[in-house]
């Protein structure tokens, strides 16, 4: 377990397209540990990358190795709007000593 951060024991789902009638309440921690982990974010993330870069690494890493460059785009563009962040895909993440989305 991490020695930085907190953990408030609650979640807020927001409601949107393809959720299920159970994501619109407030969930617990407990109701998503089998689903979910922590992970500091300087052990994925690559700080000097942005976040579409960020995003793309991984899904190239992940992919089927049939998968080509517009099947892998289309999913990168669908997890950052799924996410919220497409407004700053082009920003830089950063870190603690790095200015970016996240320092």
């Known amino acids: ?3 930085y951060g907190a953990v408030s024991g609650g979640l807020r789902v927001t409601p949107g397209v393809r959720s299920s009638a159970w ?3 407030e969930l617990t921690i407990e109701h998503l540990r089998h689903v979910t982990g922590f992970v500091p974010q300087d052990d994925i993330m690559h700080a000097d990358l942005t976040v579409r870069e960020n995003v793309t690494f991984h899904a190239e890493m992940r992919a089927h190795v049939t ?18 962040v497409d ?4 920003q ?3 870190d603690a000593m790095k200015r970016g989305v996240s320092g």
């Open 1 to 3: 377990q991490a020695s």
């Open 92 to 94: 830089i993440v950063g």
């Open 23 to 25: 994501f619109h309440s």
């Open 87 to 90: 407004h700053v895909e082009n």
């Open 67 to 84: 998968a080509n460059e517009e099947v892998i785009k289309q999913k990168v563009d669908r997890v950052l709007k799924d996410l919220g």
